[in-house]
């Protein structure tokens, strides 16, 4: 598989004061569904959970699992990190906007590598949460950033993924209240 032009000013990216209001919103909704007290530790654990689901479905995508899966849950699972990234930023009130120069800078010749620099990312945003070592701004915006940057290395539309997500979380219904 060829890497798409890596020239910065070609990246598509979803509109991220669209994708702020996204999570905010998202945010709002899960508040009435689920202990207010526990949303710090529930968002970082989600973000982690769907960075491990996207690793997985490109495992699967590209041969390296037991089992073969299509390239469409690639990009449904690349959605759900920028969905939960963003809804994490809402949760904890930190927000920094992602400029494609951050994104250039991540673009990695090699598309399993910048799948795997995405998992990273979440990783050491984890962990700097963990240890209180890094704002979550600056975490959030570098695995916003891998994001983006691994959309274009498996030239992903992430905004068209994105808008078929969103229909999904509004539609599917959600938890009763406690």
């Known amino acids: 598989m060829s890497r798409p032009d890596t020239d910065h000013t070609t990246l598509l990216i979803p509109e991220p004061a669209r994708m702020f209001d996204l999570g905010q919103q998202i945010a709002t909704e899960m508040r009435k569904h689920f202990p207010v007290q526990d949303e710090r530790d529930r968002q970082i654990l989600a973000l982690a959970e769907e960075a491990g689901e996207f690793v997985a479905a490109y495992r ?25 990234a963003y809804v994490t930023s809402a949760v904890l009130d930190s927000w920094v906007p992602v400029r494609r120069d951050d994104i250039a800078r991540l673009l990695t010749e090699e598309p399993v590598r910048q799948v795997m620099h995405l998992h990273a990312s979440v990783g050491a945003f984890v962990q700097e949460q963990l240890d209180n070592t890094s704002t979550p701004a600056t975490g959030l915006n570098r695995v916003i950033a891998a994001t983006h940057a691994t959309a274009h290395a498996l030239d992903i539309d992430l905004q068209a993924a994105v808008d078929a997500k969103t229909q999904i979380v509004f539609t599917r219904g959600w938890r009763d209240p406690r």
């Open 60 to 84: 699967r995508w590209t041969g390296r699992a037991r089992r073969t899966g299509p390239f469409t849950d690639v990009i449904d699972e690349l959605a759900d990190v920028l969905i939960t």
